[in-house]
């Protein structure tokens, strides 16, 4: 990137090309990697050495932002607001690629990252990561939302898990009878006003058939039939009644907590909550634990909504070429293979879920993989944000009101989501 005109006009628009450093051959270039705080740490600095043995010249210096998404997003903006050069690599939560993109703040790494490698992924978080047809992050492990359920207690009535929304229900209402248990109830997830009550929503909202954004058209969506009627079926048929009327504030940890001290039948929440609901110094429900996809209703597929991470590289890096070794040393086969088995997290590259290694050590993926493979991103505008809060609002206010109009708050929600779509369309310019 600094050896060439050339490759200075490939920096000004923002685009990826693998020019070498200034660093001399005596000396390994030092790039700093802004991560948020990790749960296994001692597995990323393991595989930060690795790296370092395998590619001498190069040294990554770890910098450690706070575990929170929202914090570790105004760190990462405020920075890329100072056009700073100091952090090289870093990563991006899915949904932030196009806000990064639009403004040219994240590199461009369509030219590296091909298409014959992309194909390499699972198609959702490749789909994240794009942009206007361009792709700004490679893929490091991924989430999406699934159905956990009381493998005990289907058993013990002879029932399989449910494929649909109201099976759910039916099937709840009998183990409730069976059981007599008025601390039980049928259904655990996020309700609480924040970004996990979008992740819910969207998902009852897709697999009724609906959407918020049409992809195709560009336009809302939220006040068409399937989109209202999966709402209202959230207000009136979930919240106090297949779930507790305190789940409209719950987030994961809440919501998790009453499944794993066994006080709901059915519960939808990320892959991490496997390892929580199956360790007996955590969970009273431990070994009796089933995991699949999520629910549809009736005559449509399920669906889940697309949680992850990915790496990006700063556009005002001086060390792309070094930040890209990098990437692909931590998006490898082998290194997806150790984050899975060492820090428990779910690959984003199709190959690892073969690996037979991974297949003994987490055969729970197995289960885990038709969401995965199903998982869909949240809309992708450099306006997001604020098309999520508009969300927010809405979906907290339809089903926390119990006589809320659904289709008028829907029919306001869209008018208002319209006006930032124009927005967005406006900054793409």
């Keep these: ?174 183990i409730l009878k069976g059981e007599n248990d008025p601390g039980l109830y049928i259904y655990s997830g996020q309700f609480k006003q924040y970004e996990g009550l979008v992740c819910n929503m969207m998902e009852f909202i897709w697999s009724n058939g609906g959407a918020v954004i049409d992809s195709q058209t560009g336009k809302p969506t ?53 390892s929580i609901a199956n360790n007996p110094r955590k969970s009273r429900i431990a070994g009796k634990v089933g995991v699949g996809s999520l629910p549809a209703f009736s005559g449509h597929t399920p669906a889940s909504a697309l949680g992850g991470w990915q790496f990006g590289i700063n556009r005002w890096s001086r060390h792309h070429q070094e930040a890209w070794r990098f990437i692909q040393f931590m998006t490898s086969h082998q290194s997806q293979k150790t984050l899975a088995l060492g820090a428990g997290l779910a690959p984003t590259r199709m190959s690892v879920y073969q690996d037979p290694e991974v297949q003994e050590g987490m055969p729970h993926l197995k289960a885990f993989l038709p969401a995965f493979e199903r998982a869909r991103p949240r809309p992708p505008s450099p306006v997001y944000p604020m098309i999520s809060q508009e969300l927010q609002r809405f979906f907290s206010r339809a089903i926390v009101e119990r006589k809320s109009d659904v289709p008028a708050l829907a029919k306001a929600a869209s008018k208002r989501i319209q006006r930032f779509l124009k927005l967005g369309a406006m900054i793409q310019k």
């Design 1 to 174: 990137m600094r050896t060439s005109l050339t490759a200075i006009t490939i920096l000004v628009l923002g685009s990826f090309s693998l020019v070498g450093g200034l660093a001399s051959a005596d000396e390994p270039t030092n790039i700093v990697f802004l991560s948020w705080k990790a749960s296994q740490p001692q597995v990323w600095k393991g595989l930060i050495r690795k790296f370092h043995r395998e590619n001498p010249d190069v040294r990554v210096k770890l910098q450690v932002g706070p575990h929170s998404s929202t914090e570790y997003h105004a760190i990462v903006t405020q920075r890329f607001k100072n056009k700073d050069a100091s952090v090289d690599v870093f990563f991006m939560d899915v949904i932030w690629p196009p806000e990064f993109a639009n403004p040219g703040r994240v590199l461009d790494l369509t030219p590296s990252f091909t298409r014959q490698q992309q194909a390499e992924f699972l198609p959702g978080p490749i789909a994240a990561n794009t942009y206007r047809d361009r792709i700004y992050g490679v893929p490091c492990y991924l989430a999406a939302g699934l159905f956990y359920y009381r493998n005990d207690l289907l058993r013990k009535y002879d029932l399989e898990p449910p494929r649909t929304w109201s099976k759910m229900l039916s099937q709840g209402k009998a």
């Design 222 to 274: 939220l006040a068409e039939p399937p989109a209202v009627r999966a709402v209202s079926f959230v207000r009136n048929k979930i919240i106090g009644k297949a779930a507790p009327r305190g789940v409209i504030n719950y987030e994961e940890p809440e919501s998790l907590d009453l499944f794993i001290q066994g006080k709901a039948i059915f519960h939808r929440n990320w892959p991490y909550a496997w």
